[in-house]
């Protein structure tokens, strides 16, 4: 079923630390897991670099993710953001589903039929465990992406995946 696994709601903005201050006052989030990944990922286009500002944070069981592009292949999360570029408020932009068999993963994704936005990585410089992540253009049926995660044990471990969180 499409939305089954549903463990993460993403959201991107022009400045990450403002949003992490508006998110962190606003809702008390006092942690924020911090990263920026610097990749080349698959595209519709070729192979292409990535830059981006990442923050997240546990709610309960969901994980929240904060985005600010910072160059590359980023049309995808800027397409989402308003003109202003002043405007820090997280505008909404992905869920991710997660999938703990990866072929099973590319069976549904090609059954969707949904443009591919990117997947990677095809590389990435900051050490992380195994992982492929699928974004998907679903904005024309349903106002959004959607991105489709595989990691291994190790890796959803290494993120911080709720002990005792069903996988449904």
Known sequence: MFLTGHMQNAYVTHDLDK????????FGVEKFDRFDPDMVVNTPHGHQPMVNRVASFW???LNVEIIEPVSGYVEHYTNMLPADKKDAVPRFHHVSL???DEAAMREEIARLSLPLAFEGPLSIKEAIPSLVFVYLDGRASIGHYVEF????????KFVGWPEGRPVW
Not at 149 to 156: H, R
């Open 98 to 100: 997660r999938r703990d």
């Open 19 to 26: 949003a992490m201050e508006i998110v962190g006052n606003r």
């Open 149 to 156: 995660t595989w990691k291994s044990p190790e890796a959803w």
């Open 59 to 61: 709610a309960g069981g």
